[in-house]
Nanobody
């Protein structure tokens, strides 16, 4: 069983920064893909940034140049550094690990970008 625990959300002003962290249990990030997704109110969940077992990284276009995903395979943690935040980044952010064709999700952490 894979368990994911996110932390680091909160309220930030436009232009500010936040770092999200995800502690993973029961997974090996050297073997499993991981990433961050978000869901804004009234919208579908979307992929924000993903990292493959080999370290290939993909970002949704709207966050390129502002967000950075990283992982620590020794600690089995995945992080998302978010800079130059915009109101449209407001959403619940979910950590994801995919193992043996199954997606596992954390409970989510709320990020609110507002003045």
């Amino acid at each position: 069983q894979v368990q994911l625990v996110e932390s680091g959300g909160g309220l930030v002003q436009p232009g500010g920064s936040l770092k999200l962290s995800c502690a993973t249990f029961g997974s090996d990030l050297r073997l499993h893909s991981s990433g961050w997704y978000r869901q804004a109110a009234g919208k579908q969940r979307e992929s924000v940034a993903t990292i493959s077992p080999t370290g290939n990284i993909d970002y949704i276009d709207s966050v390129k140049g502002r967000f950075t995903i990283s992982r620590d395979v020794a600690k089995n943690t995945v992080s998302l550094q978010m800079n130059s935040l915009k109101p449209e980044d407001t959403a619940v952010y979910f950590c994801n690990v995919r193992r043996s064709g199954i997606s596992y999700w954390g409970k989510g952490t709320l990020v609110t970008v507002s003045s």
